[in-house]
Structure formats: C-alpha cells, structure tokens
C-alpha cells in the first residue's frame, strides 16, 4: 500500500463510519479498484483507521466524560449489550454471512427501510430532542436495532439510527446517540483485532499506518460535525435513495466481474 492509498481509504472511512451508509461496501469497492489484496499489513492499516475515528468521537464529545454524564454512559453501555452478546455467540456464524452479495442486497434492503421510516417520520412529532434525555427503554430498544448490523452491509451507524428514529428520538438525538454508542462497540472491535492481529503491525509501513490514522481522525471528526448540520435542515431520505443506488452498483460490479465474490475488506 501506498501513501496515496493510504489517504484514500483513510477519507473512506472517516467518511462511511458514521454515516447510516456502511464503511465496509465502500472498502470493498476501493480496495478491488485499487488492487489492494487482503494481506497481514492491510489488516493492520483496516484496524488502525479504525481505531482513529473512534478517537474521533471522544474529541467531538470530550465534554461528555465526566461524573455527571454517568447516566447517559451507562445508557450507552445497555445499548451495547445486546450486540455484544449476539456478536460473541454466534461469531463463526456471522463470519458466514459475508459476501458482497449479502453487502450489496443488505445496502438496498437498508435504503428502503431508511425510505419507509423517514415516509412516516415526517406524520409524527419526536419525543426526545436531546440525547441527555434518551431513557433507558429507547436505549434498550436501540440496542437491540443495532443487531441486525451484525448483518454485513446493513451499517451500524444505519441500525441504531433507525432505532432511535422509531422510538421517538429526533435525527439530531439518532446521530448523537449511535456516534456514542460507537465507543463501546468499534472499542471491542478495534482492542480484538488489533490482539489477535498484534504481530502483523510489526510488518507493516508504519509511515502508511501513520497516514491513515491522521486522516481518518481529522475526516471522521468533521463528518460527525457536518452531518448534524446537515440534519438540522434535511432528512435521511437522501441517504436511503445512495444505499439503494450503491447496492445496484455493487451488485453490477460483482455480476461483471470488476469485484470477487471473495472480496474482503
């Protein structure tokens, strides 16, 4: 990997993690287009970028860790859970899921949930404005929504929204609440991979390494900022209708040929 690839997929990702649109399709995509096979040193380029938009988060939302916020982490925490537990039980079986057909179907199959929820939204008055306010029922509930993220393709950021949206948080308190309940999730993610990927960081370009955090943290950072300004004026239907059109992008790309059924990123 090169230092061109590296500021590419580091932009990738800032960009796709916390938007409802799924940083994985996106790797996909790039990584075929660029050549880029799924080696030791990628692996450890995937987990280190990463790693910084999760660092992201707690620079966006520094004023968030102290006591009296306690509640609001431990809301976060309950969220977490049941990913947590369906993740670690049935691991092997999630592992069976992928493939860039599952991403790409998963991709439609999101935008047109994102086009339903957002076709009702607009009847119905939010509850919670704030994500201070979320009680723990809305959290549990969210929890459970960002199951189906163990769906390849379908987002985290995209379940936990939708969650949210559906027990009366408003798109602002949505995007709030699954950036921070980010922490938790993309934590244990990132602290696993990088455990049991430890030795392949010792062949790795570290200048590539490097590269990839920085511009990740600084990309992920203004994204979470962008979008919600960017809500504060529209809805999630424009990115319902990209899911849908990126899934049939995919899905043209794999049926032709340019992706491996096998693609990884």
Do not use: C
């Amino acid at each position: 990997m090169d230092i061109f690839q590296a500021i590419l997929l580091g932009i990738i990702e800032g960009i796709t993690e916390f938007l409802p649109i799924s940083s994985t399709g996106h790797l996909i995509v790039a990584s075929e287009l660029m050549g880029l096979p799924q080696t030791r040193e990628n692996t450890a380029f995937e987990v280190i970028i990463q790693l910084s938009a999760i660092l992201a988060v707690v620079a966006n939302y520094r004023d968030k860790f102290t006591p009296r916020h306690l509640d609001l982490w431990i809301k976060v925490f309950i969220a977490f859970l049941p990913l947590a537990a369906i993740g670690f039980l049935f691991s092997d079986q999630i592992k069976a899921l992928f493939s860039v057909r599952v991403v790409a179907i998963m991709f439609i199959v999101g935008g047109i949930v994102f086009l339903i929820v957002e076709y009702f939204q607009k009847n119905r008055t939010s509850q919670t404005l704030d994500v201070e306010d979320i009680s723990y029922k809305q959290a549990a509930f969210i929890g459970i929504a960002q199951v189906f993220a163990l769906i390849p393709g379908t987002s985290r950021a995209g379940s936990t929204i939708i969650g949210a949206l559906l027990v009366g948080l408003n798109r602002k308190a949505s995007a709030e609440f699954s950036f921070l309940l980010a922490l938790p999730v993309m934590g244990a993610t990132s602290g696993y991979e990088i455990v049991k990927h430890y030795n392949e960081f010792n062949s790795a370009s570290w200048l590539t390494l490097a590269v990839g955090f920085v511009v990740s943290f600084i990309v992920a950072y203004f994204t979470m900022k962008l979008l919600l300004r960017f809500l504060q004026h529209f809805t999630f239907v424009g990115f319902g209708i990209y899911r849908i059109v990126f899934g049939v992008i995919l899905l043209y790309l794999l049926y032709n040929g340019v992706i491996s059924p096998a693609a990884h990123a």
